[in-house]
T-cell receptor, first 112, second 115 residues
Framework: AQSVTQPDIHITVSEGASLELRCNYSYGATPYLFWYVQSPGQGLQLLLKYFSGDTLVQGIKGFEAEFKRSQSSFNLRKPSVHWSDAAEYFCAVAFNDYKLSFGAGTTVTVRA | ETGVTQTPRHLVMGMTNKKSLKCEQHLGHNAMYWYKQSAKKPLELMFVYSLEERVENNSVPSRFSPECPNSSHLFLHLHTLQPEDSALYLC??????????????FGQGTRLTVV
C-alpha cells in the first residue's frame, strides 16, 4: 500500500540552528511531493513542491527540500530557524491523481 | 476575498443537532476536498469532488453528507454526530489535471466539538 512516513513526531531546535525534517514514501513510481506547514489553529500552507526536474527545490520562508529517488525520501531543510518556524510540518504525496496522502506530521519547537 | 474560506471557524453541537460546514474557493479550481484532522492522527481524506461530481468517498459514515452545488462551493452536512467526530475539518481546492496534480490550497478549518 502507498504510504508516507515522517519518522520524527517532535523536534526541538535552538533559534539560529539548522533544521531537517524527514519524509519517506512507499510507492513503485515517483510521486508528486509536497511539504506543508500548519500553525496552531490554522489551515495548511504549502512550503514547496516537487514534480520533476532538479531534485533540490526551493520554497517559501527559506525552506528547501531534496528528493532522493534511491532512498524514497523528500527531506525538508532550513539552514537557520526563526522562532516563527515553530509549527507542525506535513509531508504529502500524490500518485498520478489529485488526492494528497499526508504523513502524521512533525511538530517543531524553537527554543530561544 | 481570496483563497479558500471556511465557515464557521468554530462549532459546538449536540449529538442530536444538524449543522452544516461551508467552504468557498475563489481560485477558479475544479476540485474540492474535505479532510478530517484529529489529534495525533494523519489527515484523513473524506471526500473529493471534481467538476462538481463526487469522485471519492473514503468509507465515511453516512452522518457526514457532502454537497457541491457548483465548482466554488462545498458543504459538509452533519447530523447525529458522535463525540469521536470532534476534530478540525479542513476544506481544500486544487486545479486537477489529467494524469497529474497541482498543489492543494487549504482553508483555515472548522474546529468542531460534539458534546
Amino acid at each position: 500500500a502507498q504510504s508516507v512516513t515522517q519518522p520524527d513526531i517532535h523536534i526541538t531546535v535552538s533559534e539560529g540552528a539548522s533544521l531537517e525534517l524527514r519524509c519517506n514514501y512507499s510507492y513503485g513510481a515517483t510521486p508528486y511531493l509536497f511539504w506543508y506547514v500548519q500553525s496552531p489553529g490554522q489551515g495548511l500552507q504549502l512550503l514547496l513542491k516537487y514534480f520533476s526536474g532538479d531534485t533540490l527545490v526551493q520554497g517559501i520562508k527559506g525552506f528547501e527540500a531534496e528528493f532522493k529517488r534511491s532512498q524514497s525520501s523528500f527531506n525538508l531543510r532550513k539552514p537557520s530557524v526563526h522562532w516563527s518556524d515553530a509549527a507542525e510540518y506535513f509531508c504529502a504525496v500524490a500518485f498520478n491523481d489529485y488526492k494528497l496522502s499526508f504523513g502524521a506530521g512533525t511538530t517543531v519547537t524553537v527554543r530561544a | 476575498e481570496t483563497g479558500v474560506t471556511q465557515t464557521p471557524r468554530h462549532l459546538v453541537m449536540g449529538m442530536t443537532n444538524k449543522k452544516s460546514l461551508k467552504c468557498e474557493q475563489h481560485l477558479g479550481h475544479n476540485a474540492m476536498y474535505w479532510y478530517k484532522q484529529s489529534a495525533k492522527k494523519p489527515l484523513e481524506l473524506m471526500f473529493v469532488y471534481s467538476l462538481e461530481e463526487r469522485v471519492e468517498n473514503n468509507s465515511v459514515p453516512s452522518r457526514f453528507s457532502p454537497e457541491c452545488p457548483n465548482s466554488s462551493h462545498l458543504f459538509l452536512h452533519l447530523h447525529t454526530l458522535q463525540p469521536e467526530d470532534s476534530a478540525l475539518y479542513l476544506c481544500a481546492s486544487s486545479q486537477a489535471t489529467s494524469g497529474g496534480t497541482a498543489e492543494a490550497f487549504f482553508g483555515q478549518g472548522t474546529r468542531l466539538t460534539v458534546v
